[in-house]
């Protein structure tokens, strides 16, 4: 598949994912049963969040990707971090709760919950290493692309 072809291939999912949003939240908008109501609405709120990966594959394959600053980075680390922790804490609880004895309908959504929480912590962990630590522009990149392989490294005539 060439970058056009991905490209058009993502653009038709995000169509798909807002009319998947688009017949959920419809279909419930009358419904009085909150735990009905509520999984249906959860359930687009993940179609929700496919919408915005595929715009930022859509963007990856036709948009320059700026790095990160160094300044910011520090920044988005430590929320990330806190993130990862965050997600670590309800990984713990919901498989605790999952020992736990609940009828069939709740320990379907408990299950349900964790699997999302282990692969948000997984996704987290990877963004953290694949983006953060190796798209961070520091100043010691920038003054190696300037001056490393000069032939003068910066004085006139060498």
Same mark, same amino acid.
Request: zero cysteines; charged letters at 30%.
């Given at each position: 598949?060439?970058?056009?072809?991905? *490209?058009?291939f993502?653009? /038709?999912q995000?169509e798909?994912? %807002?009319?998947?949003?688009?017949?959920?939240?419809?279909?419930?908008k %009358? *419904?009085? %049963?909150?735990?009905?109501?509520?999984?249906?609405? =959860?359930?687009?709120? $993940?179609?929700?969040?496919?919408f915005?990966?595929?715009?930022?594959l859509?963007?990856?394959?036709?948009?320059?990707?700026p790095?990160?600053?160094e300044d910011?980075? $520090? #920044?988005? #680390?430590?929320?990330?971090? #806190?993130?990862i922790?965050?997600?670590?804490?309800a990984?713990?609880?919901?498989?605790? !709760?999952? /020992?736990?004895? @609940? =009828?069939?309908?709740?320990?379907?959504?408990?299950?349900a919950i964790?699997?999302?929480e !282990?692969?948000?912590?997984s996704?987290? /962990? /990877?963004?953290?290493?694949?983006?953060v630590?190796k798209?961070?522009?520091?100043?010691q $990149? !920038?003054w190696d692309?300037v001056?490393?392989?000069?032939? @003068?490294?910066?004085?006139? =005539? =060498?």
């Open positions: 598949m060439n970058n056009q072809e991905r *490209v058009d993502y653009q /038709k995000v798909l994912e %807002n009319k998947i949003v688009e017949k959920a939240t419809d279909s419930v %009358n *419904v009085k %049963n909150i735990l009905i109501r509520e999984l249906i609405l =959860g359930i687009a709120m $993940d179609s929700k969040k496919h915005s990966m595929l715009n930022a859509i963007a990856m394959h036709t948009k320059s990707t790095l990160i600053e910011l980075t $520090d #920044e988005l #680390e430590k929320n990330l971090q #806190e993130h922790a965050l997600e670590q804490q990984i713990d609880t919901y498989q605790q !709760l999952s /020992k736990e004895e @609940f =009828g069939e309908s709740e320990k379907i959504i408990i299950k964790l699997n999302d !282990l692969r948000h912590h996704l987290l /962990k /990877k963004i953290h290493k694949m983006i630590e798209e961070t522009l520091t100043e $990149d !920038l692309w001056w490393k392989d000069s032939l @003068f490294h910066g004085s006139p =005539g =060498g």
